[in-house]
């Protein structure tokens, strides 16, 4: 399927608590009652705390979702879409929505926008938020995204 959604998404988890790509995947894959019992996990990439980037699925970075490229990330759109993570998007209450993104999270979360603006430059950026009932990514994706200078075409 042509890539059209490039999607942000939190762990919604208080923010400065380390989360493992493993502790994600567990969450997503585990059969019930422990995890969603997901086949593939929700998004293609992570960003961790300091900034490391932790690939869940391989993408060969094309302007096609392939088959293998798919992750649970958003109902109805997984075939269109990609799904970038970071980790947090909580308080330290573990009760609100908030921004907690680190420098290094930013920094990562930009290097990865522009290095897919450069394979699939028509993809819409967007907000989990923006597709469901919820406040994940903890911040607004289209006002953040203008600030740092992604095209108003890119914005959705």
Same mark, same amino acid.
């Given at each position: ?7 942000? &998404? $939190? ?12 502790? #994600? ?33 391989? &993408? /060969? ?16 759109? /997984? ?5 970038? $993570? ?27 926008? &522009? ?6 430059? /028509?993809?819409?950026?967007?907000? &989990? ?6 406040? $994940?990514?903890?911040?607004? #994706? ?15």
């Amino acid at each position: 399927m042509h890539f059209q959604y490039l999607i942000i &998404h $939190c762990t919604a988890t208080p923010a400065g608590r380390w989360i493992s790509p493993e502790d #994600v995947k567990r969450w997503h894959t585990a059969p019930k009652p422990y995890g969603n019992g997901w086949k593939q996990v929700g998004y293609s990439d992570l960003i961790l705390l300091d900034g490391s980037r932790h690939q869940f699925v391989k &993408h /060969n970075n094309d302007q096609t979702i392939d088959p293998f490229e798919i992750t649970n990330g958003v109902a109805g759109i /997984n075939a269109i879409s990609r799904h970038l $993570c970071y980790i947090g998007g909580l308080d330290k209450t573990f009760h609100k929505a908030q921004d907690t993104r680190t420098a290094q999270q930013i920094e990562t979360m930009l290097t990865i926008i &522009h290095e897919v603006l450069a394979y699939a430059p /028509n993809i819409k950026i967007a907000g &989990h938020n923006q597709f469901s009932n919820k406040a $994940c990514p903890s911040f607004t #994706v289209s006002d953040w995204l203008r600030e740092v200078g992604i095209e108003e075409r890119n914005i959705e």
